[in-house]
């Protein structure tokens, strides 16, 4: 019944405050074809990639270069199918959190106490409530630390209470979709995520090239690192790098159980295998602790770094707020900006899946879940004049064998999003080709050719990448002044030699498309 009212208060929302915009499917369309350019037809054949496994939506929105008041088709081929999106899929995912929420939304950590400061000491537990900040990072835990040092406490005597009741438990379920568990890019959704909750390592011979160094980020209490990796004197080649991990209590450390200062919870990194003498700034990350530990050696650490100290070391563990806790500090994190930045230019899969569960928390209430997420988004699209009947949201990061939308779908989205108080934001938030991001590395040598014009060309393109998917989508902003809306599916058992395909129909834009005179 909450959900089904909650819904309805949307509904009545959108209709009072969201800019209306016609259906885009029913925006005037001047030219439709099927015809592939030619640069890209060549690139299809090399590849040996199916035509029957891709898809392109193109079209040109107004501009000054083209003041003509409506959107016209300039390719489509297969758009209408409804094909796995990967990562392209955050472009729907962060367009409506901008446009619900706004650029300036911070998420609140909130922390409580059952006891009192008093000479100093806070004595009594810190219970922390989570609300899905997605980027709670070592920068921001300083300041968290910073502040409580600044309410006069100088030590703690208690322990620490995580509330995760922000989210559905389901949602937090370490579920994979390749079985890899460890790997960054899976870690599942919390409402007190921190730093990721992965160990990011470095590697690099000292400076005398006889041994090596190994820091990593963030600091953890009571964590130390056993460097047993051998240097060879073979040549630096990725392929060869063997390195292992194993994370494990440090029972070296751990005074014996008649000790009445034991301490709790040593951890020891243990590093093994073999690294050519010549390689630097290897990079190994990491998941190794579940959240609770993770978080609380991290708290931990900050703490001691802000000046701060303990009477004993600290338990974490999950729990909820008595009612008679007080409430200690509110705590305001990155904006939904920051937040968007990092998602579309550099793919993070944990940060859209809590900025999608964001939205069902803010429109719909706790516990957010991927049911009432997907509501607040059908609702948006609604309001929008916009309808996607193939799509298919699991978790609003593309990191889903089952997310589904077409590439004309998509484009859609994009060029409805140019009618958005917000356009202008959300379109800085795609990377641009050949300096940032996921694409920081794309169209460098082609882009050289425009490096005359005073006014470069530019193409701002979130891309998407699946084992058997290959994926494109955002602006492209001609030599002469001209804006496109580009989708581009690729769904093969060989999509990854399908990088080409895309480039060149990039380029084919950055250099007009068809030629203006083919307008009809």
Known sequence: MFLIKSLGLLLAIFTVHLLSVQNVAAQSVEASTHRIPGSVEQAIKRSGINKDSISFAVAEIPSVANPKPQTRTILSWRDEVGMNPASTIKLLTTLVALDILGPKYRWRTELFTDGAIKNGTLKGNIYFVGHGDPKWIPEELARLTKKLREMGIQRIDGNLIFDRSAYSPQVMDELTIDGEALRAYNVPPDPLLYAFRTLSFQINPNKHGDALNITYTPKLARFTIQNDIVMSSEPCDGGKRDIRLEITPDSSSTPGSGTKNKTVNQWLATFTGEIPQNCRGISYNVVKFDPDTFLTLGFTAAWEEAGGSWTKPPRGQSGSVPVFARPLLNFEGL????????????????????????????????????????????????????????????????????????????????????????????????????????????????????????????ARIKTGTLNNVRTISGYVFSKSGRIYAVTSFINDPKANRGQEIHDQLLMWLLEDGPDPKEAR
Not at 375 to 385: E, H, N
């Open 335 to 458: 904006s939904l900006l920051d937040a968007s930045n990092d998602i579309n230019k550099f793919s993070n899969n944990v940060m859209a899946r809590q900025v999608f569960l964001t939205l069902a928390l803010e429109k719909v209430g706790k516990p957010a879940d991927i049911a009432s997420g997907e509501k607040v988004m059908q609702a948006w699209l609604t309001q929008r004049g916009l309808s996607f009947p193939e799509l298919v949201i699991e978790n609003g990061s593309g990191l889903s064998r089952n997310e589904t939308i077409s590439a004309r779908n998509l484009n859609n989205l994009l060029i409805a999003a140019q009618n958005l108080p917000i356009a202008e934001v959300f379109t800085s938030t795609l990377p641009l080709a050949g300096s940032e991001g996921t694409v920081r590395n794309r169209l460098i040598t082609q882009l050289r050719k425009f490096l005359h014009l005073k006014k470069k060309p530019e």
